[in-house]
């Protein structure tokens, strides 16, 4: 199983940033997705999560409204598109996949947001 997150970087504040999930070794279909991030010396948290077949969305208060999750099934692949990117939005962000009492996560990709 593997899961590469790929997207990050350093982005001023107001930009935006797509992340992207790349998985395989898994049935990717069957499996919800969600994106997490951990700011240094802070909990890691949940930003956004989406169920299997992508009908059920849910986001994190704090990035509701700036942030959209996407999937498509056919390239194995789980988004994250962020706009308007605060100073506070820099963190470690982390892929996760789930299914029943499987979980796993991917290493992360480093979002910097800074002028």
């Known amino acids: 199983v593997q899961l590469v997150e790929s997207g990050g970087g350093l982005v001023q504040p107001g930009g935006s940033l797509r992340l992207s999930c790349a998985a395989s070794?898994?049935?990717?279909?069957?499996?919800?997705m969600s994106w997490h991030r951990q700011a240094p010396g802070k909990e890691r948290e949940l930003v956004a999560a989406?169920?299997?077949?992508?009908?059920?969305?849910n986001y994190a208060d704090s990035m509701k409204g700036r942030c959209t999750i996407s999937r498509d099934n056919t390239k194995n692949t789980v988004y994250l598109q962020m706009n308007s990117l605060k100073p506070e939005d820099t963190a470690m962000y982390y892929c996760?996949?789930?299914?029943?009492?499987?979980?796993?996560w991917g290493k992360g990709t480093l979002v910097t947001v800074s002028s």
């Open positions: 996760r996949s789930t299914r029943g009492g499987e979980d796993y």
């Open positions: 070794g898994f049935t990717f279909s069957s499996f919800a």
């Open positions: 989406v169920s299997s077949s992508g009908g059920l969305i």
